[in-house]
């Protein structure tokens, strides 16, 4: 499973960080960015969880 960050939906708010920090972070100008690739098998539900709370849609798991 991967996950990618449409880099110009990200608002920044830090709500997928906050769920799966194993998997995102923010960058130095507060942009989510994916930390591991591909994502671990026990980060998968969480990372799925950032992907359906996120407010803009910005992230995408597949």
């Avoid at 608002?11 to 923010?26: A, M, N, Q, T, Y």
């Avoid at 100008?29 to 098998?41: H, R, T």
């Avoid at 950032?50 to 597949?62: D, G, L, M």
């Amino acid at each position: 499973m991967r996950a990618r960050v449409d880099r110009d939906a990200c608002i920044s708010c830090g709500l997928c960080e906050s769920i799966c920090p194993d998997v995102f972070e923010l960058d130095d100008e507060n942009i989510s960015v994916v930390k591991v690739d591909p994502i671990p098998a026990e980060a998968e539900a969480c990372a799925k969880e950032a992907e359906e709370e996120c407010p803009t849609n910005a992230i995408h798991v597949e």
